[in-house]
């Protein structure tokens, strides 16, 4: 046998007409209700507000949070106000919210167990606009995938690679894999090693400075690193070699040689 449901009861129409006054009470009542529910409703949108400004404001002071981040913060904060509000507007006209705080929370588990991996790229990408481990434009190796960095959302992360592909790899997979990037360190300047013999009848600091001198005036020969003149033995007889090590200038290379070398020979004759 199903249990009696009491309802409220119905106001008394025909009472209410042979005496208007009693409008008066139901009237007020139900008025003090919306009323209550109007201000808090304001209320709630203006915290809102004000929690969003808030959570922008305080993230914009870090450098480390994205832009991006900072407005996905800042609308958990606005809607967790909301919903906050929602529930007591409803509260205010005798609802109870307690039952819809369940239903609310169950529905919440069901959609998170079914989008779960979704859920997974958004915690990732949460991650990575935190600490930032690369950022638009840096070259990256990721998931196998090299290419430069174009776009990084919540939930992926572009990047082109070789042969202008646009490669689109999930911020799950991103976060779990190693990741290769050549762009955070600046790579080391290529040098190069010539080798010659002693002039004879040249002291070997002598001929170390004039091999200094002919490479300062080279323009095939970078200023940054400096180049420098070591000391060795080699060759068939083990003798004494100057060893010039200096970087070329990309596409330079074998006319700064040339020139080094002509310039060597050039000193020995005279």
Aim: net charge positive; charged share 15%; proline share 4%.
């Amino acid at each position: 046998m199903a249990a009696a449901v009491n309802l409220p009861a119905l106001p008394n129409v025909k009472a209410w007409a042979s005496d208007p006054a009693l409008l008066v009470p139901f009237v007020l009542n139900n008025a003090l209700h919306v009323v209550g529910a109007v201000v808090i409703l304001a209320a709630g949108l203006w915290v809102s507000g004000c929690a969003d400004r808030l959570v922008r404001r305080g993230l914009a002071k870090s450098h480390h949070v994205d832009e991006m981040l900072r407005g996905f913060f800042a609308s958990i904060a606005r809607y967790f106000v909301l919903v906050v509000t929602v529930l007591a507007v409803l509260s205010q006209f005798g609802i109870q919210t307690t039952s819809l705080v369940a239903v609310i929370g169950a529905a919440s588990l069901a959609i998170g167990l079914a989008l779960q991996g979704t859920l997974s790229n958004l915690a990732a990408g949460v991650m990575l606009l935190i600490f930032r481990p690369f950022r638009i434009g840096h070259s990256v190796t990721v998931s196998g995938t090299t290419g430069t960095v174009k776009a990084l959302s919540l939930f992926w992360t572009e990047i082109l690679a070789d042969g202008n592909v646009q490669v689109i790899i999930p911020n799950g997979s991103v976060w779990g894999s190693a990741i290769k990037n050549m762009s955070v360190y600046d790579a080391p300047v290529a040098t190069v090693e010539l080798r010659m013999p002693v002039p004879s009848g040249v002291s070997v600091e002598a001929a170390r400075v004039r091999l200094l001198g002919i490479m300062g005036k080279v323009a095939g020969v970078k200023d940054t690193p400096a180049p420098k003149v070591y000391l060795d033995r080699g060759g068939a007889d083990n003798a004494l070699q100057l060893v010039a090590v200096y970087a070329p200038v990309a596409g330079a290379e074998a006319q700064a040689r040339t020139d080094i070398l002509m310039g060597a020979e050039a000193v020995e004759a005279v």
